[in-house]
């Protein structure tokens, strides 16, 4: 008896550190409030797109409406059914708030692109867009 209620414990134990790390690691993240809105504007290039390399062109204009520069983005390619590999890419800045990425699209369809950026102030954000019809 005395054996069962020590791993009892040490589980109990274990779960409440595993659950402590996750509500510190939450509280040390920020990310993007409402009322911090930032637009992410996007364009892809050639129109209509195309299988193989288009271009990718962000602009994060911030809620008073200037653009933010100095930020890290990471594009994530994935098809809209699934069974093929996500595809990733770095966006690059041109001039401040204008990044640009490189997307290899393999094959024709429909695409879904996932932006993942870190600001320059550390702040976190995330959105996705719909890349239908990619032509081949």
Do not use: N
Not at 57 to 64: I, S, T
Request: glycine residues 10%; aromatic residues 4%; neutral net charge.
């Amino acid at each position: 008896m005395v054996r069962r209620r020590g791993e009892a414990t040490r589980r109990l134990t274990l779960v409440a550190g595993v659950f402590s790390l996750c509500v510190a690691m939450s509280a040390c993240h920020q990310s993007v409030g409402a009322r911090e809105a930032i637009e992410v504007r996007h364009t892809v290039k050639p129109t209509p797109v195309r299988a193989q390399h288009s271009l990718l062109v962000l602009e994060l204009v911030g809620h008073d409406g200037k653009d933010l520069g100095g930020a890290q983005i990471q594009v994530e390619l994935d098809m809209a059914h699934p069974g093929m590999a996500p595809k990733f890419s770095e966006a690059k800045e041109g001039t401040p708030g204008h990044y640009s990425a490189d997307l290899d699209l393999d094959m024709a369809g429909d695409w879904v692109v996932v932006v993942k950026a870190r600001l320059a102030d550390g702040r976190r954000l995330e959105r996705q867009f719909a890349l239908q019809g990619v032509q081949p």
